[in-house]
């Protein structure tokens, strides 16, 4: 039975490096409150969102999380109800959950698991219904035995819902979630710290690593052990692994697999920030860092940025500034919090680097007005959505001028091609000059996760694509 899943929010931090709510929850596979895969998932009965193992879970659930969700969710299934059809498209379907999500917003704005149960609920692949508008009319709905994230309801069965593609896609996703979930009941966090041990002797430039994350793993970290492991398109456990050996055997590269996937995750920040360094030809002993738009992911990636110091060993000091609307705030008047140390390996101590964060809470404009700003070497925006997002305009637009107009580096990634693509064209009205044009960028996270808006069945990476400016041309 997990214990640590089921307790998660006891973590006392700022930032709990906790597991979010699996989409396998919200699909109805694993309990909401422990997260443990059962066949009889016990609905609440007064909004039929959240799903639960035993009374037990339930009971827990409610006190630390559902009592302020429930009432939420019964509105939304209210509202559902009013929009009604026998039959939507995908982009009708999309819209309407597009709509909903912004109203979540506007009601709780930091509360993103409500978000997220709403925006990937449950609903029949082929008439686009859910699974509360299904239940008020008391149709079935069956999820696919496979990958058991995709439904077909009563009505529509002879249907074929999804591709063998987007099965299996799904269920390499579900494979990741469970392992999340063991991950953190066997270590007590969820994004583990993958860094290189130690910082190596001589500077290694990642754009040595022709074949990408698997040379970094091999030639530049210090991982030489997963060679046999892994294939270097990271597809898979290699054919002799896969064919030889009982289960148990295989079990373990297959974890080891999991874990690098993951891993790609929580190194792709400090990579991606080592890319463009690369890109820029910085080379002086110490780098100060803007992370603008900084939300809990960046904060939890924080120990794994001292792979910046490992790979690049003559830097000898690395100051991190965060700054956004989610990033930490001080004490209570000030939005700034003064920069603080984090801790280093022994090796990086003794040869006397050191790196720090600070923090402001609030837009980026607004911090670049106020006397704790100083001009940065590097500003980096991870998947920040500058054109895409609903604050686009308000808060996005004047930080971008003003990121153009002090003429830093300015490092940004999306979450796809067309966001990509749209933040170009608005760059390229403004006379922007691109030190490198937008490109899928090579260390982007390996991890596929599902999407429930854009694209039907779509999936995104981390910072899959990147770009890199500097003032005008
Ligand atoms: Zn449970
Ligand atoms: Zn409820
Ligand atoms: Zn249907
Ligand atoms: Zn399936
Ligand atoms: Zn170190």
């Not at 109800?81 to 709780?108: H, M």
């Not at 792709?268 to 920030?273: F, K, R, S």
């Not at 110490?286 to 900084?294: F, K």
């Amino acid at each position: 039975m997990p214990s640590k899943c089921k307790t998660r929010e006891r973590l006392a931090s700022d930032t709990p490096d906790i597991p979010e709510l699996p989409v396998g929850a919200i699909r109805g596979n694993l309990c909401f409150r422990c997260f443990s895969p059962t066949d009889k998932i016990l609905k609440c009965g007064a909004c039929r969102r959240a799903g639960y193992c035993s009374a037990e879970c339930q009971k827990l659930d409610w006190k630390i999380v559902h009592k302020n969700h429930c009432k939420i969710f019964k509105t939304i299934n209210e509202l559902e109800e009013q929009q009604y059809q026998t039959t939507r498209t995908w982009s009708e379907y999309s819209s309407y959950i597009l709509e909903t999500v912004r109203s979540i917003r506007d009601a709780a704005p930091s509360d993103e698991v409500l978000r997220f149960v709403v925006q990937a609920q449950p609903y029949c692949a082929t008439c686009r219904r859910s699974a509360v508008q299904l239940f008020n009319r008391k149709i079935s709905l069956k999820r696919c035995g496979d990958c058991k994230l995709v439904f077909s309801c009563a009505e529509c069965t002879t249907t074929p819902t999804h591709s063998q593609a987007i099965c299996t896609a799904y269920q390499n996703y579900a494979a990741v979630e469970a392992f999340r979930i063991d991950f953190f009941e066997d270590t007590g966090k969820a994004s583990p710290v993958t860094c290189t041990q130690f910082p190596l002797e001589e500077r290694k430039f990642l754009k040595d690593a022709k074949q990408g994350w698997y040379d970094y793993f091999v030639k530049i970290s210090d991982k030489q052990q997963i060679e046999p492991v892994i294939k270097p398109d990271f597809s898979g456990v290699t054919e002799i692994v896969g064919q030889v050996g009982t289960a148990e055997e295989r079990e373990q590269p297959e974890r080891m697999r999991m874990f690098l996937l993951c891993a790609t995750d929580n190194l792709t920040m400090p990579l991606t920030i080592l890319s463009a360094l690369e890109d820029i030809e910085y080379s002086k002993p110490s780098l100060n860092i803007h992370l603008v738009g900084a939300t809990g992911r960046e904060f939890l990636a924080l120990a794994n940025f001292e792979e910046i110091l490992h790979l690049n060993p003559s830097l000898k000091t690395l100051n991190i500034t965060a700054a956004g609307p989610h990033s930490w705030a001080g004490d209570k008047a000030s939005p700034y919090v003064p920069s603080m140390n984090l801790d280093c390996c022994p090796v990086c101590k003794s040869e006397g680097r050191t790196r720090s964060i600070a923090s402001y809470r609030g837009v980026y404009h607004d911090f670049a007005a106020s006397s704790n700003f100083a001009k940065p070497d590097l500003v980096v925006l991870f998947n920040s959505g500058w054109v895409d997002g609903d604050d686009a305009e308000k808060d996005w637009a004047p930080t971008i001028k003003l990121l153009v107009d002090q003429n830093v580096p300015a490092l940004f990634t999306t979450y796809n091609q067309s966001e990509a693509r749209h933040e170009e064209l608005k760059l390229m009205g403004m006379n922007v000059k691109f030190v490198v044009e937008p490109e899928k960028n090579k260390w982007r996270g390996l991890v596929p996760t599902p999407e429930f808006i854009d694209e039907e069945y779509g999936m995104w990476y981390q910072n899959e694509y990147r770009y890199l400016i500097q003032g005008k041309l």
